[in-house]
């Protein structure tokens, strides 16, 4: 009876170890997945899967738009390191739609122009504003370097009516996508900028840059047809890249780059001196998604778009890091 006593208690013992073993990490992940975004160190592999190992030390921002803030549907949490949680304006949690570019499904951010006719602001759009600056995008203040990235698909017609004029036949000449605001921006000027735009009577796909607050922008535009390169109803992968210290930009489209030139001759970005050259040393004032003034007091150039894994980075991407990022996305292997 003795030793039947020792086994069981044994048994027992072995069945507890064996539980904290198994429950112990489940509990843990459970409890890290519940936490929300806070960095990319903190969010770990999993949460960052779909993000090339590379790119997640310089992931400002970043934005699946699977992750509502917990009692507030109408935000997006950050999955990067900054933390900076942005607003789904005027359409709150009904601009986050079923459809992704992903194998696996998902959502994305659904922005448009909703009153064409009539002048308000009620576009949908989303971003985040302060007119002090966001502390939070600090990456992005005095920077050599950085990168806007994501995934698009043209759902209507663009651009939109011009709903700040009564003339019917006055359309935008921009379509916005996504940009870093610039440290004195009004909630239109921008640091780094992903759009379409008219440049010399014909609309192009441009990254547009500004090194310095209050300065001159550079754009680079590409030269195919940007309706070719934006293919309405297709998901597209848009990367822009903005070397500050040297003055360049690059485009890509699904993983390659695309041909293109400057459009503005000179100096714009006031680079001819010696010296390391970057971005004023002001935090932006925000982000700006599908449109401008994310604080919501103007509309302008609103996108009939979908979008779906927007990053932010603080440091210009390789050729070769846009052509992983693409096919991991696309692949599904994350």
Known sequence: ????????????????????????????????????????????????????????????????????????????????????TIDLINGGAAMRVRDSVSPGGGHAIQTRQVNPATKGNDDWKAGTYSATGVPTLRAFNAAKEASIMGWFKVTGSNPGLNSETSNPSDYYNAVGLAGLLSGDSQGHDVRALLEVIDVSGTLRVVALGRRIDGGKSQTFAANQDWQSILTPGTWVFLAASFDYDHGTMRLYKNGRPLDGFYTTAGDPWQIDTPGTHRTTATDPRGIKIGGSFPQNTAERNPCDCRMDDLMFLNRAVTDKEVWQQYHRTVSGRH
Not at 28 to 34: G, K, L
């Open 1 to 84: 009876m003795r030793d039947l006593s020792a086994t069981l208690r044994s048994r027992r013992l072995l069945a507890a170890a064996v539980a904290t073993l198994v429950c112990g990490p489940l509990a843990a992940t459970a409890a890290r997945a519940d936490t929300g975004a806070a960095s990319a160190q903190g969010n770990g592999d999993h949460a960052l899967s779909a993000v090339m190992p590379s790119l997640r030390p310089n992931l400002v921002s970043y934005y699946d738009f699977e992750h509502p803030v917990r009692g507030n549907p109408g935000q997006e949490s950050d999955r990067g390191f900054s933390g900076t």
